[in-house]
């Protein structure tokens, strides 16, 4: 492939993004849903899986050994039996990435755009997407430098400008149903983002400096994780939960709340800025880690000739993804989870295993070797 | 006007072929031509089908099916 390579600090600002990127829109609801006033909690609680889970793919990314994902399945298990299982991990990032593309042409046609139809909110912004794709991992890494204040300033605009709207009492009472709900509910956040971490198992062998890329993942998980509580506190704060769970993206109805001294009003636009850049590097890394991830798989030399075609089909994945909004919830909140879990924890650890046995062969291997030569 | 659409499509895949047949033909591998032609290929007859309104499978509801079937 070709080599490219991105600084931790890059790497960092990408793993935030891609942590908050949709995530943001569609974590609320079902949370608000199932834990009521005390989504917060089950969001921490998430966070802190989130961050056990990044310890165990640092672990994994330390097996690979310079190799991606796809690479180290090929070399553990061999050309068929890896093949068998980098094809449900390619058809998973594939339709998280065609689900992200939903995502965003969803809010854009329920909240900003409602006359357009949905193919070409997605042609357009998938073009964008292919068009990063194609420059590679240097510039998407550069330009997640470039774009990082701007989501910190208007995240911190955001904060700000609630605080007059914010209403304690929402919270109250702290575990009123008990933990049962609340760790339940959790699930749903530990599913979308931090189980799609896995992606980045696609990413690390191209960022520099061995030793701290693991601290920047942890760090770039931590901060993302924090974002999104905090987005979900004053989604609750704000709306109260009964509000939060009755909207589709109750982080954008929570910005038209913003209200500066009966002045400036409509704010909402500029706050959704944040979604669509957010959600634009999520889907940039994902579709790079797909076109990457398929060209190694066919053993091609050069990932870029995929783009164009890959998108066709991810275009009508999108489409044909969710026929309506109740199926679109339930598979969040229901399905999601155990399919991410499959993908993002236990074929992980297959390949883990895999890895390290594949290591021991191989020493043993070598150790013969220098024995038979020295005797 | 459907059928419009899919001409449009299939108009894109040999726009899209036409692009990338030269970079490919460079490097001289068959392997490569082909497996980007079969994955051109099918990607372009999904979004052909998709434009004429046939209803395809949709991969979700396998997954869901799958996963019902083992968490009961």
Known sequence: MDNQSISPRQFMFLVILFTVGS???????????????DAWISISISVLAGLLLTLFYNQVAKQMQ???????????????????????????????????????????????????PLQYTHILFLLVVIWGAFLGLEVLGRS?????????????????????EVNIENLQP??????????????????????????????????KDPKTKQRAWIIGVLVGGIILTMITLFCILVLGSDLTALNASPSYQVAQRIN????????????????MLTIFFKLAIIYYSVSIGVAQFLTMDDHRPLLLPLGMGMIVLSIIAYPDVAYFETF?????????????????????????????IERKKNNKKSNSQSS | MNMWYAFAVIFIAIAIFALQYPFLNKNGKRKDI???????????????????????????????????????
């Not at chain 1, 990082?148 to 904060?159: G, Q, S, T």
């Not at chain 2, 099918?42 to 998709?50: E, M, N, P």
């Open chain 1, 260 to 275: 500066i001294a009966d002045f400036l009003e409509g704010l909402e636009v500029v706050i959704g800025i944040i979604w």
């Open chain 1, 174 to 207: 702290y575990l009123g149903d008990g933990f049962t709900p609340v760790f339940s509910a959790s699930t749903v956040v530990i599913g979308t983002p931090f189980l799609e971490l896995v992606i980045f198992l696609m990413i690390t062998p191209y960022v």
């Open chain 1, 66 to 116: 310079n190799k991606t994902f796809v690479q180290a399945t090929i070399y553990a298990f061999g050309n068929w039996v890896g093949r068998f299982l980098l094809v449900f991990y390619l058809s998973f990032l594939f339709i998280l990435g065609a689900l992200v593309l939903r995502n965003i042409g969803d809010f854009m046609t329920t909240e900003i755009i409602p006359q357009t």
């Open chain 1, 23 to 37: 995530s943001i829109l569609i974590v609320p609801s079902p949370l608000a849903i199932q834990a009521k006033q």
């Open chain 1, 144 to 164: 997640a430098e470039m774009f990082m204040p701007w989501v910190v300033l208007f995240l911190l605009l955001f904060i700000f400008a609630l605080l007059s």
């Open chain 2, 34 to 72: 082909w497996s980007f032609s079969i994955i051109l290929l099918f990607f372009t007859s999904i979004s052909v089908l998709q434009t004429l309104d046939v209803s395809l499978p949709n991969p979700l509801d396998y997954i869901e099916d799958f996963y019902k079937l083992i968490l009961g």
């Open chain 1, 332 to 360: 969040v909140s229901e399905t999601w989870f155990p399919y991410a879990l499959t993908h993002g924890l236990i074929l992980p650890v297959i390949v883990w295993v895999g890895l390290m046995i594949r290591g021991m």
